[in-house]
């Protein structure tokens, strides 16, 4: 092209033609003072980026450089560090491949840099985080591997970050969360694994975010919910469960709303409702039950965003059965609840009584008798009538003694055990006042010349 001899041009524009042919290889050297050049849709321009834009040093001012949806091809030359004045290039939609240069991060005024819809290949690496003044990086569509430098939380002018459809994997970077004047976050349709952490609330200008067709597990954040500007949130095709966080609703903002594909569970909050301006929401294929939605934003929506879940129900026009009425579902829950308790009564009781035989019936083996049936009667209470049948109706027989305030007698139990009983005598006043008194010294006292009390039994016409 006899115009790239004109030395003195500052500013080329040739784009939206049918220009066909490749940049001159002299380019840089016949072009000194070149400061703007654009090449857009040049669907006929072919070649490589000549190496002489090394020629482009620092004493010169090439500023924007635009050949994106063009037919390039080749390596980015290492010589392009040397456009210390560069501010946006524009390189997408190219069949640009191999790595991207690492003397990129010498262009100190970069603002944005556009590599999308290439064939690059390998690492990001962690030179962008020497750009300070870096505002947006689009790297979408390529074959970018590997993870992203922690480093990249540095950058702290960023506002968008656009590396959909790569192969990039590992966890997002914790440092990235510390970009709070992000408003663009595009990582969908990559291999990223992980989970959600609670700094997610801290990018509070983000308006967009896609972390679709990912692999990040675990629960969705509840933090999330102040991210009160975010028009457009995609978590779609992952593996995240648990519930839909009720702060979601707090969300105002949101126009844009995907959880399908995952393994989300419970009910959707009723208080979803309050997103007014909400146009797309979509659960299918995941594990909700409960009542779908159909008030505010949800008026409208079709049943193609609910399909394929647990059980969820509601009206006719979702073709899905009809949601139990709540004093149904309280009796349910109520039988639930009443199953489950004796469930775990019977859990608590069950061991509680082996135990209890099983000591029994150890004891039976190794106490004596006698012994035995002793430590029972003393958690018992024994009647009248089994005191006057144990001793033979207090006969003379079975008489052992006799003092000023009652007589005493032998006899033995129903369970074998020998017993005395000191039977008062009624016809003093002062027995009265013994019974109890004499009951509740002998209960206290322990001395092996001392037989021990039992127990007592008071009856109209005689205490024992």
Known sequence: MEIFNISGLRLIFLSNNNLSGSLPPNMGSILPSLEELYLINLTNLVGTIPHSISNWNFSTSLIKFYANSCKIRGRIPAEVGNLSSLLDPDLSGNNLVGLIPRSIGNLENLQCSNLSNNKFTGFIRDNFCKLQRLGAIYFSQNKLSGSLPNCLGNVTSLREIHLDSNKLSSNIPSSLWNLKDLMVLDLSSNNMVGSLPPEIGNLKVVTQMDLSVNQFFDGIPREIGGLQNLAHLSLSHNKLQGSIPDSVSNMVGLEFLGFSHNNLSGT???????????????VSANKLYGKILTEGPFKNL????????????????????????????????????????????????????????WIRYRRDKRAPPQVESLSTVTREIISYYELIQATDGLSESNLIGFGSFGSVYKGVLRSGTAIAVKV???QLDASYKNFDTECEVLRSLCHRNLVKVITSCPNLDLRL
């Open 302 to 357: 079709s049943i193609q965003f609910f399909i394929y879940n647990e059980a969820l129900c509601g009206s006719s026009r979702f073709s899905v059965p009809p949601c139990p009425t709540s004093s149904k579902h309280r009796a349910n829950k109520i039988k639930v609840l009443v199953l489950l308790l004796s469930l775990g009564i019977a859990l608590l009781f069950v061991p509680i009584t082996f135990v209890f035989v």
């Open 424 to 426: 008062f005598n009624l």
């Open 268 to 282: 959707i909050p009723k208080s979803l409702e309050k997103l007014q301006i909400l146009k797309y929401f979509n």
